[in-house]
């Protein structure tokens, strides 16, 4: 009798606070825990994307050599985990975190990779079956020529492979909507495809503009890229990398699915708002420096202290704290607390 | 053996006559009077984690190479106070889970401190004789978010130091003496010559908490001393305390209720991140990260910063900052104002000079409760704008747009409020006093001449409102005890 009483009271009073708070707690983890770097700390010593790894392919395409057999060349190019569905747990390769060992590092300095990264040129086989997806899905806005159109299209003439890539591997081209920036989204071409119409792009003006880089972050001075994403590219992508709002509808994106390619050609390129980084300014090796801190430590933090809250610093703190802690002990306040 | 201790202390102290005194306290019970209590409990963790924290963090802005466990910084030159953080963080057991406690504990030590505040005002608890408590009240809510700025800006990150910046630009921004404050605090210009963060440290540990434990001692005086404040109702005057003696009921509860506060904070501070000071880097003022917020308590202060259009006057070879001094230095002193200056605000306005010991319901005073919930909005709306850039990246608007809009809804939303308020009060109080109430059924019968008639059902268990029997308190020190017919049962005190 009185331990019914009781239940019946502590469920009917204490439900309507319970599914609030709960309700309001559960929001805030859904709102801010979207989109965090939460990733599981990667513990695999070397990396295995071969895009990324191996010094020995590159080496015969740094040299400039054109591939006869595109199937082959394609096959040691292809990165199938990097450019996935387009989560972020599937969408990056698996890459160390821990410093390289003084063996690691040896193994990977080829004499063509001593900065870690260098910049290839895309095989002429590549520009014929480029021109046709170009043509197919990117001249009704650019033009036949490239050259863009008037208040529809920039100019792709001498940007260059690796501005191609950047837009066309992160998905943001082709464009979804005319909005003031365009989003990443899961690519729409596999990396064959990408570079083919990277490569027929250059073709239109050989030597110009940013080409495609090959980034080993293997070597990569983690340190010295952690300062250096702190002095050139917290001021808009914050610190953790979450990206923001910047003025005008323009946002910094965020930077948690970003490979280690991708990021030196938004270096080198300056898409959108972004400042462009010459070699003056930023040389090769700081801009691998930046991209394996990126990579390997923003990515894949090395974390302590429980769920990330987004990475947005004390505004979503504050929301839990206020919400969850202070929501909670009120509960407990109106749980113990007589209400009449 | 307790019995003879006591009295072997008794005879020498004479804590008996105190001691019953204290054991014999009423408290009335309601769920709103324990929210002050939840202040109460986060800051005595907060003063426990505290001294954890102290024994492994070094105040110092002297440079050294980083050599810890953290990978990514190994090799970076970092100042003391950083690395002994991150430290903390990786290398000392526990020291995480403690830190990120004392962090929480902070957050719901002024959240509860803003609950119990609202729940002081609505009810007018403030009114005499309380007044002193609640200036007492307020100064510890205004060190309280002083020491939260100061602890947040010790580790000595980039997030923080970005928020010491801001502090010195504030200070500056004070006409005629502020160059010379700024000067004096940080020890030259900014940067200053590395005296603030152990001159931050010495205010926070010591010289904050010492007066907020005397200001503490102070409030829980005054409430013993004046007795703690009761809603009307059945056998509730102005002259008596209706409700559950320390010992055995209150204590008991009160006890349960620190335990509980521990709990939440220590889940929180293992399982929720705040304040990854490592993944931030060590302050330099050459850099800057984008979405910097300072905790919630500062946010309404970072807001008002925001939405401010960048006016300025110069004149007589003087430029007087209006952008930053309006913001930062009138608005927050303005506000502090009238939350000091209240009670008295309100004794003017009402011509009240009554001794209040019970509270009022708030939509009995629809003015107040209007002006609270003015209050209340201006200051939720100002901390809103403290995340324009957050707020525009989630919702996908351009800054500017978040920025105009709060330029125009900061102004305007207390003035809605107040009137909807006011309208919502006015309402429910000529609604009657049943409102609220339980609902009695009205059964229809048939009689068995076949006439139907309607008649309420009988009461339901729990409707109305029970009253136990008052126990008097003995005005004397009895050996036995008072008689305790019911543990947690109802007595009265006359005051």
Same mark, same amino acid.
């Given at each position: 009798? $009185? @331990?019914?009483?009781?239940?019946?009271?502590?469920? *009917?009073?204490? &439900?309507?606070?319970? /599914? !609030?708070?709960? #309700?309001? %707690?559960?929001?805030?983890?859904?709102?801010?825990?979207?989109?965090?770097?939460?990733?599981?700390?990667?513990?695999?010593?070397?990396?295995?994307?071969?895009?990324?790894?191996?010094?020995?392919?590159?080496?015969?395409?740094?040299?400039?050599?054109?591939?006869?057999?595109?199937?082959?060349?394609?096959?040691?190019?292809?990165?199938? $985990? @990097?450019?996935?569905?387009?989560?972020?747990?599937? *969408?990056?390769? &698996?890459?160390?975190? /821990? !410093?390289?060992? #003084?063996? %690691?590092?040896?193994?990977?300095?080829?004499?063509?990779?001593?900065?870690?990264?260098?910049?290839?040129?895309?095989?002429?086989?590549?520009?014929?079956?480029?021109?046709?997806?170009?043509?197919?899905?990117?001249?009704?806005?650019?033009?036949?020529?490239?050259?863009?159109?008037?208040?529809?299209?920039?100019?792709?003439?001498?940007?260059? @492979?690796?501005?191609?890539?950047?837009?066309?591997?992160?998905?943001?081209?082709?464009?979804?909507?005319?909005?003031?920036?365009?989003?990443?989204?899961?690519?729409?071409?596999?990396?064959?495809?990408?570079?083919?119409?990277?490569?027929?792009?250059?073709?239109?003006?050989?030597?110009?503009?940013?080409?495609?880089?090959?980034?080993?972050?293997?070597?990569?001075?983690?340190?010295?890229?952690?300062?250096?994403?702190?002095?050139?590219?917290?001021?808009?992508?914050?610190?953790?990398?979450?990206?923001?709002?910047?003025?005008?509808?323009?946002?910094?994106?965020?930077?948690?699915?970003?490979?280690?390619?991708?990021?030196?050609?938004?270096?080198?390129?300056?898409?959108?708002?972004?400042?462009?980084?010459?070699?003056?300014?930023?040389?090769?090796?700081?801009?691998?420096?930046?991209?394996?801190?990126?990579?390997?430590?923003?990515?894949?933090?090395?974390?302590?202290?429980?769920?990330?809250?987004?990475?947005?610093?004390?505004?979503?703190?504050?929301?839990?704290?206020?919400?969850?802690?202070?929501?909670?002990?009120?509960?407990?306040?109106?749980?113990?607390?007589?209400?009449? | 053996?307790?019995?003879?201790?006591?009295?072997?202390?008794?005879?020498?102290?004479?804590?008996?006559?105190?001691?019953?005194?204290?054991?014999?306290?009423?408290?009335?019970?309601?769920?709103?009077?324990?929210?002050?209590?939840?202040?109460?409990?986060?800051?005595?963790?907060?003063?426990?984690?505290?001294?954890?924290?102290?024994?492994?963090?070094?105040?110092?802005?002297?440079?050294?190479?980083?050599?810890?466990?953290?990978?990514?910084?190994?090799?970076?030159?970092?100042?003391?106070?950083?690395?002994?953080?991150?430290?903390?963080?990786?290398?000392?057991?526990?020291?995480?889970?403690?830190?990120?406690?004392?962090?929480?504990?902070?957050?719901?030590?002024?959240?509860?401190?803003?609950?119990?505040?609202?729940?002081?005002?609505?009810?007018?608890?403030?009114?005499?004789?309380?007044?002193?408590?609640?200036?007492?009240?307020?100064?510890?809510?205004?060190?309280?978010?002083?020491?939260?700025?100061?602890?947040?800006?010790?580790?000595?990150?980039?997030?923080?130091?970005?928020?010491?910046?801001?502090?010195?630009?504030?200070?500056?921004?004070?006409?005629?003496?502020?160059?010379?404050?700024?000067?004096?605090?940080?020890?030259?210009?900014?940067?200053?010559?590395?005296?603030?963060?152990?001159?931050?440290?010495?205010?926070?540990?010591?010289?904050?908490?010492?007066?907020?434990?005397?200001?503490?001692?102070?409030?829980?005086?005054?409430?013993?001393?004046?007795?703690?404040?009761?809603?009307?109702?059945?056998?509730?005057?102005?002259?008596?305390?209706?409700?559950?003696?320390?010992?055995?009921?209150?204590?008991?509860?009160?006890?349960?209720?620190?335990?509980?506060?521990?709990?939440?904070?220590?889940?929180?501070?293992?399982?929720?991140?705040?304040?990854?000071?490592?993944?931030?880097?060590?302050?330099?003022?050459?850099?800057?990260?984008?979405?910097?917020?300072?905790?919630?308590?500062?946010?309404?202060?970072?807001?008002?910063?925001?939405?401010?259009?960048?006016?300025?006057?110069?004149?007589?070879?003087?430029?007087?900052?209006?952008?930053?001094?309006?913001?930062?230095?009138?608005?927050?002193?303005?506000?502090?104002?009238?939350?000091?200056?209240?009670?008295?605000?309100?004794?003017?306005?009402?011509?009240?000079?009554?001794?209040?010991?019970?509270?009022?319901?708030?939509?009995?005073?629809?003015?107040?409760?209007?002006?609270?919930?003015?209050?209340?909005?201006?200051?939720?709306?100002?901390?809103?704008?403290?995340?324009?850039?957050?707020?525009?990246?989630?919702?996908?608007?351009?800054?500017?747009?978040?920025?105009?809009?709060?330029?125009?809804?900061?102004?305007?939303?207390?003035?809605?409020?107040?009137?909807?308020?006011?309208?919502?009060?006015?309402?429910?109080?000529?609604?009657?006093?049943?409102?609220?109430?339980?609902?009695?059924?009205?059964?229809?019968?048939?009689?068995?001449?076949?006439?139907?008639?309607?008649?309420?059902?009988?009461?339901?268990?729990?409707?109305?409102?029970?009253?136990?029997?008052?126990?008097?308190?003995?005005?004397?020190?009895?050996?036995?005890?008072?008689?305790?017919?019911?543990?947690?049962?109802?007595?009265?005190?006359?005051?």
């Amino acid at each position: 009798m $009185t @331990a019914d009483r009781i239940r019946r009271s502590l469920g *009917a009073r204490l &439900a309507a606070p319970a /599914a !609030l708070v709960g #309700a309001v %707690a559960l929001t805030g983890l859904v709102v801010f825990g979207t989109g965090t770097a939460q990733a599981e700390t990667t513990t695999t010593a070397g990396s295995t994307s071969a895009y990324e790894g191996p010094v020995t392919t590159s080496t015969n395409l740094a040299g400039g050599t054109t591939r006869t057999t595109p199937t082959t060349s394609a096959t040691s190019l292809t990165t199938p $985990t @990097a450019y996935g569905a387009g989560t972020n747990a599937v *969408a990056q390769p &698996a890459v160390a975190t /821990a !410093l390289p060992s #003084a063996e %690691a590092a040896a193994r990977y300095e080829a004499p063509s990779n001593q900065d870690g990264l260098y910049y290839r040129d895309l095989p002429d086989a590549y520009i014929a079956p480029g021109q046709a997806l170009y043509a197919s899905n990117c001249a009704s806005c650019h033009g036949t020529q490239a050259n863009g159109k008037e208040g529809v299209a920039p100019n792709l003439l001498g940007l260059g @492979a690796g501005t191609v890539d950047f837009w066309v591997s992160t998905g943001r081209m082709p464009l979804a909507n005319t909005s003031a920036q365009a989003t990443r989204k899961p690519p729409r071409f596999n990396r064959t495809q990408t570079l083919q119409i990277a490569a027929y792009v250059q073709s239109l003006t050989p030597g110009q503009g940013t080409k495609v880089p090959v980034v080993n972050t293997a070597s990569a001075d983690l340190e010295a890229g952690g300062e250096l994403f702190t002095l050139n590219c917290a001021a808009c992508h914050t610190i953790s990398g979450a990206g923001d709002m910047l003025a005008q509808g323009a946002y910094a994106p965020s930077l948690h699915l970003a490979t280690s390619t991708q990021i030196v050609e938004a270096i080198r390129s300056g898409p959108g708002n972004m400042p462009h980084f010459g070699p003056g300014n930023i040389p090769d090796t700081e801009a691998r420096d930046i991209a394996a801190y990126v990579v390997k430590v923003l990515q894949h933090p090395q974390d302590s202290g429980g769920y990330g809250l987004g990475g947005i610093g004390p505004v979503g703190e504050g929301f839990v704290g206020l919400l969850i802690g202070v929501g909670a002990l009120m509960a407990i306040c109106f749980w113990i607390g007589d209400r009449s | 053996m307790i019995d003879k201790s006591l009295r072997w202390i008794d005879d020498r102290l004479g804590i008996a006559k105190g001691g019953r005194t204290f054991l014999d306290k009423i408290f009335p019970d309601h769920w709103s009077f324990m929210l002050g209590e939840i202040a109460l409990y986060s800051f005595i963790l907060l003063l426990a984690t505290g001294v954890f924290l102290s024994l492994y963090y070094v105040p110092s802005a002297h440079e050294i190479v980083y050599h810890g466990t953290y990978v990514p910084l190994q090799g970076q030159r970092v100042s003391e106070a950083y690395a002994s953080s991150v430290s903390l963080s990786f290398d000392v057991r526990t020291g995480l889970l403690m830190r990120q406690a004392h962090h929480w504990a902070a957050d719901i030590f002024l959240g509860s401190i803003a609950v119990h505040m609202a729940r002081v005002f609505f009810t007018g608890a403030f009114r005499k004789p309380r007044e002193f408590n609640w200036l007492v009240g307020v100064s510890m809510l205004i060190l309280g978010i002083v020491n939260g700025f100061l602890g947040y800006s010790l580790p000595d990150d980039l997030v923080s130091g970005t928020g010491i910046r801001i502090a010195f630009s504030i200070i500056e921004s004070i006409p005629v003496v502020g160059s010379y404050l700024g000067f004096f605090l940080f020890g030259g210009n900014y940067p200053g010559s590395g005296v603030i963060i152990p001159r931050f440290f010495t205010i926070h540990v010591l010289i904050v908490p010492a007066l907020i434990v005397g200001l503490l001692a102070a409030h829980l005086g005054l409430l013993v001393k004046q007795k703690h404040t009761q809603f009307p109702g059945k056998g509730r005057t102005e002259k008596n305390v209706v409700g559950t003696p320390m010992f055995p009921t209150f204590i008991a509860k009160t006890t349960g209720f620190l335990f509980m506060s521990t709990a939440v904070t220590f889940l929180l501070g293992g399982f929720a991140q705040i304040n990854p000071v490592w993944q931030f880097g060590q302050y330099q003022p050459y850099q800057i990260s984008y979405a910097v917020q300072p905790d919630w308590y500062m946010g309404w202060l970072d807001g008002a910063l925001r939405i401010m259009p960048s006016w300025e006057w110069v004149g007589w070879g003087h430029t007087l900052p209006l952008m930053v001094f309006l913001p930062a230095v009138v608005f927050p002193g303005l506000i502090f104002t009238i939350l000091m200056a209240w009670p008295f605000i309100e004794t003017a306005w009402t011509k009240d000079r009554e001794y209040h010991n019970l509270l009022d319901r708030p939509r009995d005073r629809p003015k107040r409760t209007a002006a609270g919930a003015a209050m209340l909005t201006l200051l939720l709306m100002v901390f809103f704008a403290s995340s324009t850039d957050v707020l525009a990246n989630f919702f996908q608007l351009p800054l500017e747009a978040v920025l105009w809009f709060f330029r125009f809804v900061v102004p305007l939303s207390p003035i809605v409020a107040y009137y909807l308020t006011y309208k919502i009060c006015v309402e429910m109080r000529e609604a009657g006093e049943d409102v609220g109430e339980r609902k009695r059924a009205l059964v229809v019968k048939r009689t068995a001449e076949g006439e139907y008639i309607t008649e309420p059902s009988l009461p339901r268990p729990g409707d109305g409102h029970v009253e136990l029997d008052a126990i008097p308190l003995p005005t004397f020190i009895d050996t036995a005890g008072p008689e305790l017919a019911t543990p947690g049962g109802v007595r009265r005190v006359i005051r």
